[in-house]
Nanobody, 114 residues
Framework: QLRLVDSGGGLVQPGGSLRLSCAAS????????MGWYRQAPGKQRELVAS???????NYVSSVKGRFTISRDNAKNTVYLQMNILKSEDTAVYYC????????WGQGTQVTVSS
């Protein structure tokens, strides 16, 4: 059974940066898609960024140019570098991995506030 552990969230001022990490309990090579979702209070969970096994990436328009998704295969870890953070980025962020099953991390809180 795969386990995903999310970390790196916290409180940051507008304009600041955070890097989220998602550590997988086994190799991430086999997944069709890996990515990050977020859910703000009272809103639906939305896809923030993802990459496929072929290497293509996808970002929600509101984070393009500010967020970067990356991976370290040797560490079985996926990262989300978040720059120029805005108050509307405040949410719980969840790592996601998919093959024939969808897997989720436990979530990490990101709060952007002055």
């Amino acid at each position: 059974q795969l386990r995903l552990v999310d970390s790196g969230g916290g409180l940051v001022q507008p304009g600041g940066s955070l890097r989220l990490s998602c550590a997988a309990s086994r190799s991430i090579f086999s997944f069709d898609v890996m990515g990050w979702y977020r859910q703000a209070p009272g809103k639906q969970r939305e896809l923030v960024a993802s990459f496929t096994s072929t290497g293509s990436t996808n970002y929600v328009s509101s984070v393009k140019g500010r967020f970067t998704i990356s991976r370290d295969n040797a560490k079985n870890t996926v990262y989300l570098q978040m720059n120029i953070l805005k108050s509307e980025d405040t949410a719980v962020y969840y790592c996601n991995a998919r093959d024939s099953t969808w897997y989720w991390g436990q979530g990490t809180q990101v709060t952007v506030s002055s």
